[in-house]
């Protein structure tokens, strides 16, 4: 039997999170879930490393999580709508973090959605980035 | 009898929530999308419809990994406001429908719909922001909302076409209800966004006004969209526009558009709205 390419591994800068995503992200989307109760906040940000202790995550989601790597959380299978409850923890809006993941500013980012947003011209397939140079 | 009436549809942005809540509305950046809606709380006061059913989607809300379930009618009789990370909004509690909500479980799982029943669920901004946006700030939501929460989070999310024939499923579940009851769906999520990865911020306003176009006039051929077309041209979370159809399918075939509203962008997101009622 011949494995189809998947279509979309081909759309840029995008992570689908599927079956894959959410079994490898699995213990990191639920420590991520557990910053819903107001004491697992205040005990997260008390220690944080002792903290990520309690969830069974491989030592590079920890790594990711204390650095706030948000593109790097993403490709350990983290899902964008538990990484919130991370982000809210730390005060810090979708807008920031969107920022971040494009290696933008907030500013610059900001006065992009303000213009109309990022364009799908130019960003539909990985070829158009490729392309770009 | 049970009579469903119009159908709306509206992202649910939380920075919408925040704004109102926060009392941010007549800010430069927020006012003209609030200004977007007034025609539409004129619309609905006027209307006065007895129970909305809110199709949405929970945000790792009420619903984590450990349960999925791709389509959760919420059949209790309050529903209260979800803390999402930063306290529950200080919105009313939602009443419920039970009586509705249960016939409509039980006649479109005979229609074979297997939905899963919740009895237990707080509801997010998902479904608390189109009320908002709707009815404004009152000491208690003016009508009964029976949730219905749709998975779009984990892939695959439920594809358009069964989301269209569902909507057909609740329109004959709400005719076949006895007690006179004026009814009205919701389907809210989308436009246009991505929240996610380097693409993050991707609107595309000829997407958008392509789907509300056909939404009104030829939204079978919008239920045969495949989900990398929304992926690829409207967003990773772009996809969650397959809720739009559930109302559309609960809707006559032929409707009148009253009312539609465009605006980008709400934090992240192309803010898409839109009246349909039926003809009769």
């Known amino acids: 039997m011949k494995v189809e390419p998947n279509p979309f591994d081909d759309i840029p800068g995008t992570t689908l999170f599927d079956a ?30 002792a903290y990520l202790q309690k969830f069974p995550m491989t030592p590079e989601q920890r790594d990711a999580v204390l650095k706030r790597e948000w593109n790097r959380l993403i490709s350990l299978g983290g899902n964008i709508y538990f ?18 993941m494009t290696g933008s500013t907030q500013e610059d980012y900001a006065r992009m959605m303000i213009n109309g947003g990022r364009s799908p011209e130019g ?11 | 009898m049970a009579k469903l009436v119009a159908g709306v549809a509206t992202s649910h942005v939380p920075a919408i929530g925040a704004a109102i809540d926060l009392g941010k509305t007549e800010e430069p950046y927020w006012k003209p999308l609030f200004q977007g809606y007034e025609p539409s709380k004129k619309w609905i006061a006027e209307q006065k419809p007895d129970v909305i059913i809110l199709v949405y989607n929970d945000h790792a809300s009420a619903f984590s990994l450990e349960i999925i379930p791709t389509f959760a009618l919420g059949c209790a009789a309050e529903f209260p406001p979800a803390d999402e990370g930063w306290g529950p909004r200080k919105v009313p509690v939602v009443k419920g429908h039970p009586e509705l909500a249960w016939h409509i479980a039980q006649s479109v799982i005979l229609d074979e719909f297997d939905l899963t029943i919740v ?37 695959p999310p439920p594809t358009g076409n069964r989301c269209y024939n569902l909507g057909k499923a609740i329109r004959r579940a ?57 992926v690829r041209e409207a967003g990773s979370e772009g996809i969650e526009l397959v809720m739009w159809l559930i109302m559309r399918g609960a809707l006559d075939e032929k409707v009148r558009e009253v009312y539609r509203f465009y605006h980008v962008p709400a934090s992240n997101t192309a803010v898409g709205h839109i009246i349909l009622e039926n003809e009769a």
């Open chain 2, 174 to 230: 709400v005719d076949s209800f006895d007690p006179d009851l004026k009814v009205m769906i919701f389907g809210t999520g989308g436009m246009s966004h991505q929240l996610q990865g380097p693409r993050a911020g991707l609107i595309n306003r000829a997407f958008d006004t392509a789907f509300l176009d056909n939404l009104t006039k030829d939204p079978r051929k919008l239920s045969q969209m495949p989900h990398i077309d929304y």
């Open chain 1, 83 to 100: 990484l919130a409850k991370l982000f809210s923890t730390d005060g810090k809006s979708f807008q920031h973090v969107a920022a971040i």
């Open chain 1, 20 to 49: 894959q995503r959410s079994r490898q992200g699995y213990h990191l989307n639920m420590f991520c879930m557990s910053l819903m109760k107001a004491e697992n906040r205040e005990a997260f940000k008390a220690d944080e490393a």
């Open chain 2, 119 to 155: 009895n237990n669920m707080a509801v997010d901004h998902g479904l608390t922001v189109p009320l908002s946006l709707l009815f404004g700030q009152p000491a208690e939501w003016p009508c009964q909302v029976i949730p219905l929460a749709v998975n779009v989070v984990q892939y």
């Open chain 1, 123 to 133: 960003n539909r397939s990985k070829k158009d980035w490729e392309n770009r140079g």
